[in-house]
T-cell receptor
Framework: QKEVEQDPGPLSVPEGAIVSLNCTYSNSAFQYFMWYRQYSRKGPELLMYTYSSGNKEDGRFTAQVDKSSKYISLFIRDSQPSDSATYLCAMGTAAGNKLTFGGGTRVLVKP | DSGVTQTPKHLITATGQRVTLRCSPRSGDLSVYWYQQSLDQGLQFLIQYYNGEERAKGNILERFSAQQFPDLHSELNLSSLELGDSALYFC?????????????FGEGSWLTVV
């Protein structure tokens, strides 16, 4: 079983809809959580960073962390065709050196 | 633009050969990470250097090695290449070496082994 599980999709939504993405994890030592967006064959781009449990909002993006359930989410409001990409969750420990990534969810926003 | 620079962007080489990938971290960042991304394995952590010293090692093959130089740029050396080594290789950087710090990725080096 992988440390971080993420549905590969693809997740297809109409323009303007809310995109809902999530990851589950098994390592209770994870304390900081990130979401990256990756366009095809490009480098992952950091979208959201959250430390410990709670919510964080940045423009159209909202990240949620529920450490008790070992579950994190990313919501994209008013989705645009330019949001079509693969979204990767990543997490790390406070004393650790590396990020552990989910496999990514491919999102398609149709005009 | 993340500020992390990787060269070359693409390269094609034959099995058994050796290649070197180069990375310049963001200005001020001391830590460099190397990741491999293939279709079936996702993003896999290879190795991390912090201020010139190896800090953490992941699933890096013995045929692969890396180093970080005094000017903080890093090189990943891949030798005795096999077809299965074809992948995107990403470099990332951060200011700190451990803990809750944000990591920024370069655009990657696309390696094709034929």
């Amino acid at each position: 079983q992988k440390e971080v599980e993420q549905d590969p999709g693809p997740l297809s939504v109409p323009e303007g809809a809310i995109v809902s993405l999530n990851c589950t994890y098994s390592n209770s030592a994870f304390q900081y959580f990130m979401w990256y967006r990756q366009y095809s064959r490009k480098g992952p781009e950091l979208l959201m960073y959250t430390y410990s449990s709670g919510n964080k909002e940045d423009g159209r993006f909202t990240a949620q962390v529920d450490k008790s359930s070992k579950y994190i989410s990313l919501f994209i409001r008013d989705s645009q065709p330019s949001d079509s990409a693969t979204y990767l969750c990543a997490m790390g420990t406070a004393a650790g050196n590396k990020l552990t990534f989910g496999g990514g969810t491919r999102v398609l926003v149709k005009p | 633009d993340s500020g992390v620079t990787q060269t070359p962007k693409h390269l094609i080489t034959a099995t058994g050969q050796r290649v070197t990938l180069r990375c310049s971290p963001r200005s001020g960042d001391l830590s460099v990470y190397w990741y491999q991304q293939s279709l079936d394995q996702g993003l896999q952590f290879l190795i991390q250097y912090y201020n010139g010293e190896e800090r953490a090692k992941g699933n890096i093959l013995e045929r692969f090695s890396a180093q970080q130089f005094p000017d903080l740029h890093s090189e990943l050396n891949l030798s005795s290449l096999e077809l299965g080594d074809s992948a995107l290789y990403f470099c990332a950087s951060s200011f700190a070496g451990t803990g809750a710090n944000t990591i920024y990725f370069g655009e990657g080096s696309w390696l094709t082994v034929v």
